[in-house]
């Protein structure tokens, strides 16, 4: 397994790898990985990629100033034993410095998919996903890259992105991998403490009391009701079409039920397509 550090090399080696005609997988991650991210690897290996290149890097650009940008769990060593034996054939590993360089001043922004549910809560956020990911694109030069649904909002947003940017590579959405208890694997869940993560069970839990065919006022009342009785401080609960993400009146076939709530300080999210 390759490991780079350096953009350049990165670049020039994947450029080397698809003119020689291997199919490359790009799975952008900010690392510390667990199960679900596990699980994007694997789709590039059944999709039959012949390189498969992790990103790890936690992207400063994303993070609004009171987020955990500083104290977001990172373990290089665990993360590299990970990926070999998930079946990556390269790591990048980069730095911010070598990422954004002095006077970095080119962002990438959506502005349609962006500006509600977590767009809206954390200003700046997809604007900073988009910008790393359009730099992981033109480093990696991936035929297909793999995102998971538990961010369902941001793989829309990618997916806008390479409609709108002419990208030249699919964009593939896999399954959210949950842990046995339903709650959704997330490297943010170290954060929890035995208590909240008993609380962020809700989540999960209140995804899977949504019935099709009902109104969306009532429903999503008594969801609300069911984590804040949990415990959760929560931050929306969202009823939207599952292409548009415009907010939708009936519970109807192929609408997202999107959730974002807070356990303690931790900020977590889940949804389901219905
Ligand atoms: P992150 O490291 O949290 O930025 O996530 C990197 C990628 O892994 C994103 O495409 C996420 O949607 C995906 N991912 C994170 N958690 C899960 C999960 N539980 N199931 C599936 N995909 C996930």
């Known amino acids: ?67 955990d940008y500083d104290k ?88 806008r992105m390479v409609r709108d940017l002419n990208f030249d590579l699919s964009v593939v959405v896999a399954p959210i991998v949950r842990e046995p208890s339903g709650l959704a694997r997330s490297s943010r869940n170290t954060y929890l403490s035995p208590a909240e993560r008993e609380m962020a069970l809700a989540l999960s839990k209140s995804l899977r009391t949504v019935k099709t065919g009902c109104l969306v006022s009532s429903e999503r009342r008594r969801v609300r009701r069911m984590l804040e009785k949990a415990g959760l401080r929560v931050d929306y609960v969202e009823f939207v079409d599952g292409e548009t993400l415009e907010p939708v009146k009936t519970t109807k076939k192929g609408a997202c039920v999107l959730l974002a709530a807070f356990a303690g300080r931790t900020r977590l999210i889940d949804n389901r397509v219905l």
């Open 72 to 159: 977001y769990p990172r373990d290089e060593k665990a993360d590299l034993a990970k990926c070999r034996r998930a079946g990556a054939t390269a790591v990048f590993f980069p730095t911010p410095k070598n990422m954004y360089l002095d006077r970095h001043s080119v962002y990438v922004s959506e502005e349609d998919l962006s500006k509600g549910l977590c767009g809206a809560r954390r200003p700046g956020h997809f604007r900073g996903v988009c910008t790393v990911v359009a730099k992981l694109f033109n480093l990696a030069h991936p035929d297909f890259a793999v995102f998971g649904r538990k961010d369902y909002q941001q793989a829309q947003v990618i997916r």
């Open 1 to 67: 397994m390759k490991i780079f550090r350096e953009p350049k090399k990165l670049q020039k080696w994947a450029r080397g790898r698809r003119t020689a005609g291997a199919k490359i997988a790009l799975v952008p991650t900010m690392g510390y990985l667990h199960e679900g991210h596990l699980s994007l690897i694997a789709e590039a290996k059944r999709r039959g990629a012949d390189e498969i290149i992790v990103s790890v890097f936690v992207n400063p650009v994303q993070f609004g100033p009171n987020e």
